[in-house]
């Protein structure tokens, strides 16, 4: 994923760069026949390529929104895995309590837990992408979770497995209640159904009928735009048929790349630098949780000081 304001012009004509060497080619080749070889000359009204025209931005116009509603769908995913990403660690860090010989261990407990979604953010990204499920994950999971999850082909979602046997056993070690049990063990519900979202629309491809169809009157129309356009620009229709295939090219190609927002380019969803984002918010919020709950307890004191003077 590039993030970039503006994706340099370069880049979009790369991408078509041999569709239009080849309308280029086509066009001069329509020019010159018209112009040696007068007798053989043919020539179209130019309304059949202008209602092939219509016909097909009717069906990119169609073909765009689904892909823009797939890449929005897949955004809004994100954000959702942002949230409760967040959620997953106040509640880590404001309900997990025991008594003063257990302070050691619940704090591990809790720094290993939070390291343990961050590494799943990133497993998760990678793994969309057809990419190794461990980048960025080295310094965030111990030796055993590691181990653990190579016995898995999904490997974001045996981190989860993990988070649910650390839930059971802070439940069982009494350092949380039944109903903070609960709660939390719906925010990772809640990360699993992202994950599965997110599969969804990673494994179902666009129908491959609908884009051939919409292919062939795109090349049906660059075909005869040529023969409508000649008798009235003459050779500079040359330039006016690859500008306005590229306009048509451009749109269709805008489309394919918006379908699949996991492809790790410049269209996609920005899974790695929100992940990111998730790991500074999460390593903070973990760090300052003593701080806080100082701060918190210092407000409550000055306030029950204004009380009793009241």
Known sequence: MLLKENIPVKYMVGKIKGELLLV????????????????YRISIPIAVPAILATIISLLLA??????????????????AIVNDSRSLT??????????????????????RFVHRQIAWC???SQSLRKHDPYARTEKLLVDEEVKFTHRFTNVPNSLLKLHGLDLKLAYKNGWLNDYQQVQIDGTLTRLCDAMGKCERIKNTVFPVTYSLYIHFCLYLFIALLPFGLIEYFGMFEVPLIVAIAAAFL????????????FENKPTDTPTTAISQTIERDLKQMLNDTHEGERATAHTVANKADVY???
């Open 62 to 79: 169609f073909r765009s929104n689904q892909a823009y509603d797939r890449w929005w769908e897949a955004r809004s995913i994100w954000g």
């Open 308 to 310: 009793y003077i009241l």
């Open 122 to 124: 990133y497993s998760l």
């Open 24 to 39: 280029a080619g086509y066009a001069v080749m329509i020019a010159l026949f018209h112009k040696f070889l007068p007798d």
């Open 250 to 261: 451009l749109v269709e190609k805008m489309a394919i790349h918006l379908q699949d927002p």
């Open 90 to 111: 106040r509640e880590l860090t404001t309900f997990l309590d025991g008594d003063h010989a257990a302070c050691e261990e619940i704090e591990g407990f809790k720094k």
